[in-house]
């Protein structure tokens, strides 16, 4: 049954390495919640439950995110909103597994305080392996595209608000951008100093005479 729904979900996702991962994550949250609860050392009579609750984990973590639309996400732009996606899969995930354990096996024959810390492990687990994909391509990865292209267009951005916080966000997370961030000029005195995406505010509007010559 278990593998029916995995392949089930396996052929109507193209995104098989993320499902793979989430299997895997899913394996890993459940051993350190294990490995928690009994104080580093499972018991052996603890560790046939372990391996009967695997496949019972994973199977409800694939489906539960694939028919939550987890995997229809571009985790390269993963936002606040992907993260509250995540934490609610994630708990529906826990809650199907609990009560299939609940319900086959009875309510005494596991640790129970072994739930709730699956569920913190893999949240933790989950929105961390998002965020390292939105690292990665917003830090570390280089577009081919963008390579050979002359020298970038150094920009000054006028007005560290919400738009310039934006269009700042948009060119640094766009490794083919054709600008260059030096900074930010504003006139709000409590902005001064400040810094935004990295990028510090280096004056006011009437600074742009002396700021021209230095970019």
Same mark, same amino acid.
């Given at each position: 049954?278990?593998?029916y729904?995995?392949?089930?979900?396996?052929?109507?996702?193209?995104?098989?390495?993320l499902?793979i991962v989430?299997?895997?994550?899913?394996?890993v949250?459940?051993y350190?919640?294990?490995?928690?609860?009994?104080?580093f050392?499972?018991?052996?009579?603890?560790?046939?439950?372990?391996?009967?609750?695997?496949?019972?984990?994973?199977?409800?973590? !694939?489906?539960?995110? @694939?028919?939550? %639309?987890? *995997?229809?996400?571009?985790?390269?732009?993963?936002?606040?909103?992907?993260?509250?996606?995540?934490? @609610?899969?994630?708990?529906?995930?826990?809650?199907?597994?609990?009560l299939?354990?609940?319900?086959?096996?009875?309510?005494?024959?596991y640790?129970?305080?072994?739930?709730?810390? *699956?569920?913190?492990?893999?949240?933790?687990?989950?929105?961390?392996?998002?965020?390292?994909?939105? !690292?990665y391509?917003?830090? *570390?990865h280089?577009?081919?595209s963008?390579? %050979?292209?002359?020298?970038?267009?150094v920009?000054?951005l006028?007005?560290a608000?919400?738009?310039?916080?934006?269009?700042?966000r948009?060119?640094?997370?766009?490794?083919?951008?054709?600008?260059?961030i030096?900074g930010?000029?504003?006139?709000?005195?409590?902005?001064?100093?400040?810094?935004?995406? %990295?990028?510090s505010?280096?004056?006011?509007t009437?600074?742009?005479?002396?700021?021209?010559?230095?970019y």
């Amino acid at each position: 049954f278990y593998l029916y729904l995995m392949l089930y979900v396996f052929m109507k996702n193209r995104n098989i390495i993320l499902i793979i991962v989430d299997s895997f994550l899913s394996f890993v949250a459940l051993y350190a919640a294990f490995f928690l609860r009994f104080e580093f050392v499972i018991p052996k009579s603890v560790i046939e439950i372990f391996f009967s609750w695997i496949p019972i984990f994973m199977a409800s973590q !694939v489906v539960v995110f @694939s028919f939550s %639309g987890l *995997y229809a996400r571009i985790w390269r732009y993963t936002s606040l909103f992907d993260l509250y996606a995540i934490i @609610s899969a994630s708990f529906t995930s826990s809650v199907i597994a609990f009560l299939f354990i609940f319900f086959s096996m009875g309510s005494e024959l596991y640790p129970r305080s072994v739930l709730l810390l *699956y569920f913190i492990f893999n949240t933790f687990l989950v929105i961390s392996s998002r965020m390292f994909v939105r !690292v990665y391509f917003t830090h *570390y990865h280089k577009d081919v595209s963008n390579q %050979g292209v002359s020298k970038k267009k150094v920009l000054l951005l006028v007005g560290a608000g919400k738009t310039g916080e934006k269009i700042a966000r948009e060119i640094r997370n766009t490794s083919n951008a054709p600008y260059q961030i030096v900074g930010f000029v504003d006139d709000d005195p409590n902005r001064m100093t400040g810094k935004i995406h %990295g990028y510090s505010i280096l004056g006011n509007t009437r600074s742009l005479d002396d700021l021209k010559p230095l970019y």
